[in-house]
C-alpha cells in the first residue's frame, strides 16, 4: 500500500514541459536527448517544440505567436538582451527559489548570472559556455596543401590560397546572414582586438564603426569571401562543419557547436581535425551562453516540472554530459573536465584567462551583446556587404552607423 501511496504521489506532480529549441543536427540533438531523458526519469512528460533553422530566428517568429496567443511553452531557448526583453513584457516566471536552493549565485561568474536575471531575480537557466572565435581545420588538407594551420590573418590568406591550388575549398562557408555575421565578428575581433570589438560592436560607437580600422575590417571580411565555394548560398552550418570533416574544405570559421559534428562523425581532436583561436584571437573569448527562458504557467503540476527542468539544467551531471555531446564547456564553475578533450580544456582555460584580462566579450552574431533589433539591422548590413561587391566599405560603414541606431 505504501508503494502505490508514493507511486499516486509522484504521479500527482509529474507535469509536462514543452520547450523550444533549435537543437536538430547530430551532435546538438544527442544534447538534447539527454534533458529529455532527465526530466523523463523524474516522471514528467516532455514534449518536444523544435524548430530547424540554425539560429532560431524562425524559432522565434513561433515563439511569440504562441505567447501572444496565451500558449506559452514551459521553457524557450532564448539569451543574452533578449531575455530582459522577454521579462519586461511579463512573460516569464520567477526562478528564485530554484537559483537559491542550488547555489546558482556561487556556481555561476557574475557576468553570466547577471544575464539571467530581471530586476535582480532569476528567469533563464543556463546550459552551457560556447566560444564562438575558433578555427576548425583538417589537418589532411593543410598537409595536402602544404600549409600550416594560420593563426593571424595574413597567414590566413597564404594558407587559403594554397588550399585553392591543391584543390581544396579553402574555407567551407554556409551562407545565412547569422554565419555571415559569425564570421565577420571574428574578423573584426582579429583585426582590431578586443578594445575596438567592445567599442564597436558592444557599445555601438559610432566613431568605432566610422573608423580606418573597421574600413580594415570590412576589408578583411570581404577578402575571405574570395575563398568559399559558389555553392555557399543557403549551405546550412553543419553541412559546411561536414565538407571540413570530409576533406572537402580546409577550415570553418564556427563556434564550437561544430566540434559536436565532428565527435558524432567519430573524429578525434588534434588528430582527425584541428581546433584554433580564429586569426589574431588567441587572447581573446566572444561567449555564446544558451539558456532556457521559463514561461510563466497556470498549471501546479506543470511549474513544478518546470522547476525540476531548471534544476536538472544547472545540475553538474547534466552540465557534464550535455556539453560533452553539444562541444561547448560547463557554465557551472568548478566542474571536472577529466572526461572533456582537448579543445573543451583550452576553452575552458580561456574562458577564466580573458575574464580576468578583460578580453572576453559578448558575440554580437549569436544575440549576447545587443538588442535584438540593432543586432538585426546591423547582421543585415553585414549579409549585403558580404553578398553585394557593389557596395563599398565607406557605404557599409555609414549603414552600420544608422543600423546601431535601430530600436
Known amino acids: 500500500m505504501m508503494a ?33 531523458a532527465t526530466m523523463q526519469s523524474k516522471g514528467h512528460t516532455w514534449k518536444d517544440f523544435a524548430v530547424a ?17 496565451g500558449n506559452a511553452p514551459a521553457a524557450a531557448q532564448i539569451k543574452g538582451p533578449s ?5 519586461k513584457e511579463g512573460v516569464l516566471a520567477n526562478m528564485d527559489d530554484v537559483a537559491k536552493a ?3 549565485d556561487d556556481l555561476l561568474p557574475k557576468a ?18 560556447h566560444r564562438v572565435n575558433w578555427l576548425w581545420a583538417n589537418p589532411e588538407a593543410f598537409k595536402k596543401a602544404g600549409a600550416k594551420v594560420p593563426t593571424t590573418w595574413d597567414e590566413f590568406f597564404v594558407a587559403a590560397e594554397a588550399l585553392k591550388k591543391a584543390g581544396i575549398i579553402p574555407i567551407a562557408h554556409g551562407g545565412q546572414n547569422w ?34 580600422t573597421m574600413d580594415k575590417v570590412l576589408t578583411t571580411f570581404r577578402k575571405v569571401k ?55 584571437t588567441a587572447k581573446s573569448y566572444t561567449y555564446n551562453v544558451d539558456s532556457f527562458a521559463l514561461f510563466k504557467l497556470k498549471d501546479p503540476a506543470n511549474q513544478k516540472a518546470q522547476q525540476d527542468l531548471a534544476t536538472a539544467i544547472m545540475s553538474p551531471e547534466f552540465q ?44 554580437i552574431a549569436h544575440g549576447m551583446a545587443v538588442p535584438s533589433a540593432a543586432e538585426g539591422a546591423i547582421k543585415d548590413v553585414v549579409s549585403q556587404f558580404w553578398n553585394d561587391e557593389k557596395i563599398t566599405s565607406a557605404q557599409a560603414q555609414d549603414r552600420l552607423v544608422a543600423a546601431a541606431k535601430t530600436k
Not at 553570466?112 to 559556455?129: E, M, R, S, W
Open 320 to 363: 557534464e554530459v550535455f556539453n560533452l555531446n553539444k562541444g561547448s564547456i560547463p557554465v557551472r564553475l568548478g566542474m571536472d573536465l577529466k572526461k572533456f578533450d582537448d579543445c573543451a580544456k583550452t576553452s575552458a582555460a580561456d574562458f577564466v584567462s580573458t575574464s580576468k584580462a578583460g578580453t572576453l566579450v559578448p558575440s
Open 4 to 36: 502505490a501511496g508514493l507511486m499516486t504521489a509522484t504521479l500527482a506532480q509529474a507535469g509536462e514541459v514543452e520547450v523550444l529549441h533549435w537543437w536538430t543536427s547530430g551532435g546538438e540533438a544527442k544534447a538534447a536527448a539527454e534533458l529529455k
Open 102 to 104: 542550488n547555489k546558482w
Open 226 to 280: 574570395g575563398y568559399t565555394d559558389k555553392n555557399a548560398p543557403g549551405r546550412d552550418w553543419n553541412l559546411a562543419t561536414a565538407m571540413v570533416i570530409k576533406g572537402e574544405a580546409g577550415m570553418q570559421i564556427m563556434g564550437d557547436w561544430a566540434k559536436g559534428e565532428f565527435l558524432a562523425a567519430g573524429k578525434v581532436p588534434g588528430k582527425d581535425f584541428t581546433c584554433v583561436a580564429a586569426p589574431g
Open 53 to 69: 533553422g540554425g539560429g532560431g530566428d524562425s524559432a522565434m517568429t513561433v515563439l511569440k505567436s504562441r505567447v501572444v496567443s
Open 179 to 212: 554565419q555571415d555575421f559569425t564570421t565577420f565578428e571574428a574578423v573584426a575581433l582579429g583585426v582590431g582586438g578586443a578594445d575596438f570589438y567592445k567599442k564597436a560592436l558592444v557599445q555601438l560607437d559610432a566613431g568605432s564603426l566610422k573608423s580606418a
Open 112 to 129: 553570466i548570472a547577471d544575464g539571467l536575471k530581471y530586476q535582480g531575480h532569476y528567469v533563464a537557466a543556463p546550459v552551457n559556455v
Open 83 to 87: 531575455i530582459q526583453e522577454w521579462a
